[in-house]
């Protein structure tokens, strides 16, 4: 119910673009991340009133938003560092609580 893209390679202090589709609304929409050898984090999320939650890591370089009508949220990402490199995984909930995962889309960061 949940496909990213826009992920890829990039250099060190470059910008991707993140989107995922939804089949339907969620309530909340947003990204996580698994880089190799670790637990999958929480990246940013989004509700869909427009309130937003960032990690601390990636406050002010990343910022995520929806389009409520396309039912799809997207991930704009500048300063791009080595240790953002991850899967990146969308994520949703609805109003019931139940979550549902994208299959991921790889971010490569070159140092």
């Known amino acids: 119910q949940l496909v990213e893209s826009g992920g890829g390679l990039v250099q060190a202090g470059g910008s991707l673009r993140l989107s995922c589709a939804a089949s339907r609304s969620f309530f909340s929409m947003g990204w996580y991340r698994q880089a190799p050898g670790k637990q999958r984090e929480l990246v940013a999320t989004i509700t869909s009133g427009g309130s937003t939650n960032y990690a601390d890591s990636v406050q002010g370089r990343f910022t995520i938003s929806r389009d409520n009508a396309e039912n799809t949220v997207y991930l704009q990402m500048n300063s791009l560092k080595s240790e953002d490199t991850a899967v990146y995984y969308c994520?949703?909930?609805?109003?019931?609580?139940?979550?549902?995962w994208g299959k991921g889309t790889l971010v490569t960061v070159s140092s």
């Open positions: 994520n949703a909930h609805n109003y019931y609580g139940v979550i549902y």
